[in-house]
Nanobody, 126 residues
Framework: VQLQASGGGLVQAGGSLRLSCAASGLIFSLYDMGWFRQVPGKEHKFVAASKWSGANKYYADSVKGRFIMSRDSAKNTVYLQMNSLKAEDTGVYYC????????????????????WGQGTLVTVSS
């Protein structure tokens, strides 16, 4: 299984970026997906999650109204559209996959995810 994250970069505060996470080696429709952010010296922090169908999405309070998660089943890819970026959005963004139905929570904990991508760095300059 591979999760290939891309789309990170350097952007000014107020700008936008779209991250992509292409999945291979798994049956995409069997997995819910999540995005996490990590800054040096700190744990991964939940950003967004999407159920396998894409119908149900969940966001951290800090990104609600600014970030939009979507998935394209035909391309086995999930996206994270990040708008109105702030300096505190800076970090390495990771996508992760969890077998649907394997968690009791709509927002699974980090430890519950089955697979992780390699991360893509987002730097927001103020």
């Amino acid at each position: 299984v591979q999760l290939q994250a891309s789309g990170g970069g350097l952007v000014q505060a107020g700008g936008s970026l779209r991250l992509s996470c292409a999945a291979s080696g798994l049956i995409f429709s069997l997995y819910d997906m999540g995005w996490f952010r990590q800054v040096p010296g700190k744990e991964h922090k939940f950003v967004a999650a999407s159920k396998w169908s894409g119908a149900n999405k969940y966001y951290a309070d800090s990104v609600k109204g600014r970030f939009i998660m979507s998935r394209d089943s035909a391309k086995n890819t999930v996206y994270l559209q990040m708008n109105s970026l702030k300096a505190e959005d800076t970090g390495v963004y990771y996508c992760a996959a969890i077998r649907r139905g394997s968690s009791d929570s709509d927002v699974p904990s980090i430890d519950e995810y089955d697979y992780w991508g390699q991360g893509t760095l987002v730097t927001v300059s103020s």
